[in-house]
Structures are given as structure tokens and as C-alpha cells.
């Protein structure tokens, strides 16, 4: 086991088990051993690959997307460009370079501001981005100003801890890792007040309160300051139940108790749960809409068609984009939701709804 997972078997030990949402924060942002504390596991060599990674394209049309918000707010002098869990910088670089091509005046108001706890991935982020003068700083919280706010989420909500309840018969109790001959594993914790009267039997529901808090956060900057966000993540439309946390290592699957923070640990995200979050400060939200959807009403097709024609050849650019835009691939399992002010209208990308 890691030093890590000792530590924990021994906290567990002393003080009993302790929620799924500890052990996640544990795993991934425990100061010294946390997972993003100390690797940079994005990319080809490490443990997963994510949607900027796979085609400048998806980073593009992001800030082509972001661009076009601020426009609808009025082209504000000054605002506050975020982006949480920038990962190495590919997504922001890609954006920005879009974005000045077409509207240089939006990259010269931009104060970019850089959320994250990881050094090694904040490292390359300074390489990627130092030109702009980024803020870097570890929470949306210590951004302390009255700007609009223009931000981008990819595979961020998906990293913060949840917790889980699972039913047994009438009553719920709350997931807890515990410990059994010495190795971590799932206990039942004491009946708590939760409710999901539709979900069966052993059903594990989960709840995301640091995730819902962060989008109270944006949405509340928003309706005070004006703005726009922009969520994309691998989750769910319609709430439901199901354990998802899940463990990758070197591109696998792995257990989620093997080697505490050595591996990345996920859950699926509760978009209507998001999406409740923000509404309750009076923002409005998009309808929650497929990755593939999204990205092709975005003018994929057509940025894709430049690339391949000033690329003649170059097979892996159109293998790229049906990665991001299959529904076998990551173009239905991941979704993209939006926060804004309906006075600005449906942001583009969305179909239907935009309402408080
Ligand atoms: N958006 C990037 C990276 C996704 S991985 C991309 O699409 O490639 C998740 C990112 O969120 C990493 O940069 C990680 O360091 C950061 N992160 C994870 N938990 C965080 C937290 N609690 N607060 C701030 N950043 C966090």
C-alpha cells in the first residue's frame, strides 16, 4: 500500500470510517500524496486523455464560444477570464489563439485567472500561458472581484469529492470506507436523513456538495456581475442512481482502493443537480446537451474541414474529431451545460431552454 493509503488505514483506525467524499479529497488533493498534487497524469504518457488534448479544435470553438458571450454582455472593457482545472493549458492556449484571430479586442480585456491545485500541471501551465500573465490561484474563492465573469470547466466537476447513500430497505445510510484484515473497503455508515423514494433497494445514490457549491459560486458572480460559464464533463442529463466512482491508471481501470493517490478517481457528474445549484441564485441554465451536439452546432465540421485541407494527408485530424463527436466515443457520455443571464440570449451550442 502507499504511504498514502497507510495513513488513511490508520486515521480509520483511530477514528472510524470516513465519507466517500474524504477519501476522495484525500486521494486527489491530499497536500503531500494527492494525486494532483503531484502528477501531471494528462496526455498520451500518463493515466488519461482528455477532450483538448485529442484536437486544438475542442479548445478553439471554446473560445470562440467564450468570445461570443462576452460580445452579447456588451464587450465589457475589463473581465475575468477562469478556467477551473486548466489541466496542462491546451484548452486556454487553443481558446485564446481562436479568440484573437477573430476578436483581439475580447484576449485584451481578458484577466485570466488559473484554478488548481496541482503543481506539476500548474508548471506547464506557465509555459502554455505565461504570456497572457495568468493568476494562479487554488480556488474560485480567492478570486476576490466585482469584473464579469467569462469561465470554462473541462473535467473539473468530475474530479471533487461526492459522497454516497445507499438504500437498505426504508432507510439510508451513507457509503463510509472502512477497513477489513487491513485492506480499505466500502461500509455502511448510520441511517442519515436522505431520501430517493424512486430508487430501489440497495441503490447508491450520490451527491456532489463541494460541486454544488462552486456552481452557486459562479452563478451568484454572474447574476451580480454578468458572465457567462460553460461546464463540460462526463455525467448524466436527468439525475438517477448508480456507484461511478471509478479509478484510472495508465488508461485502465483500476480498483479504487488500490494504491491511494497514485491513480486518478472520478465520478460521473449530476448536471441537473449543477444546474439546480446555479438556478437557486438566479442564473439561468442551458438544457444539458450531448458533447457531439454541442460541438457540431459550434462549426466543427467546418473548422475541421480548413484543418484537413491546409493538412492534406493528415488522416489523424479527422480520426480526432469523430473521437470527440461519436456517440461511442465521448460524444454523448459527455455533456455540456451552460450558465448565464437570459437577458443575453440561448448561448450558442443550445437548442431549447435557458431558464432561471
Ligand atoms: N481541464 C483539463 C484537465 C482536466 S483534469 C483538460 O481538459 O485537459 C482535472 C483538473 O482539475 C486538473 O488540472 C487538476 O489538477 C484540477 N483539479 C482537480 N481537483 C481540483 C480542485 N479541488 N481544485 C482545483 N483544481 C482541481
Redesign the pocket.
Known amino acids: 500500500m502507499t504511504a498514502l493509503g497507510r495513513a488513511l488505514a490508520a486515521r480509520i483506525a483511530a477514528d472510524g470510517p470516513i465519507g466517500v467524499d474524504a477519501y476522495m479529497?484525500a486521494c486527489?488533493?491530499d497536500p503531500e500524496h494527492g494525486y494532483?498534487r503531484t502528477k501531471s497524469g494528462?496526455g498520451a504518457a500518463g493515466d488519461?486523455t482528455?477532450?483538448?488534448?485529442i484536437s486544438q479544435i475542442f479548445g478553439e470553438l471554446i473560445g470562440l464560444w467564450l468570445a461570443d458571450r462576452w460580445q452579447a454582455a456588451g464587450s465589457p472593457a475589463i473581465f475575468d477570464l477562469v478556467?477551473?482545472?486548466?489541466?496542462?493549458g491546451?484548452?486556454m492556449q487553443d481558446a485564446l489563439r481562436a479568440a484573437a484571430k477573430t476578436l483581439p479586442a475580447f484576449v485584451g480585456a481578458a484577466r485570466l485567472h488559473l484554478?488548481?491545485?496541482?503543481a506539476p500541471?500548474r508548471a506547464e501551465q506557465r509555459r502554455r500561458l505565461g504570456r497572457y500573465n495568468p493568476v494562479f490561484c487554488?480556488?474560485l474563492a480567492e478570486i476576490r472581484s466585482d469584473a464579469p465573469l467569462f469561465l470554462v470547466?473541462?473535467?473539473?466537476f468530475?474530479?471533487?469529492?461526492a459522497r454516497q447513500f445507499v438504500r437498505r430497505g426504508d432507510a439510508w445510510r451513507e457509503r463510509l470506507v472502512g477497513r477489513h484484515d487491513g485492506a480499505l473497503r466500502f461500509v455502511d455508515g448510520p441511517a442519515v436523513d436522505f431520501r430517493r423514494q424512486d430508487a430501489p433497494d440497495g441503490a447508491v445514490v450520490e451527491t456532489s456538495p463541494?460541486g454544488e457549491a462552486i456552481a452557486r459560486d459562479i452563478a451568484g458572480r454572474i447574476v451580480r456581475q454578468g458572465g457567462a460559464a460553460l461546464a463540460i464533463d462526463y455525467g448524466t442529463a436527468v439525475s438517477g442512481w448508480g456507484d461511478t466512482l471509478q479509478a484510472v491508471r495508465a488508461h485502465k481501470r483500476a480498483n479504487v482502493f488500490d494504491d491511494p493517490g497514485e491513480c486518478?478517481l472520478t465520478v460521473h457528474v449530476d448536471f441537473p443537480a449543477l444546474a439546480a445549484a446555479a438556478r437557486s441564485e438566479g442564473a439561468s441554465c442551458t438544457g444539458i446537451v450531448g458533447q457531439g451536439a454541442f460541438l457540431a452546432r459550434l462549426g466543427l465540421p467546418v473548422r475541421l474541414g480548413q484543418l484537413v485541407r491546409a493538412n492534406p494527408g493528415a488522416g489523424e485530424i479527422v480520426a480526432a474529431s469523430r473521437r470527440l463527436l461519436d456517440p461511442g466515443e465521448m460524444g454523448t457520455l459527455f455533456k455540456a451545460m451552460a450558465i448565464g443571464q437570459k437577458s443575453h440570449g440561448l448561448p450558442p451550442g443550445f437548442t431549447d431552454e435557458f431558464e432561471a
Open positions: 479529497a486527489l488533493g494532483y494528462i488519461f482528455t477532450a483538448p488534448e478556467e477551473l482545472g486548466p489541466g496542462r491546451v484548452l484554478v488548481d491545485i496541482s500541471l487554488e480556488s470547466a473541462n473535467e473539473f468530475d474530479a471533487l469529492p463541494v486518478d
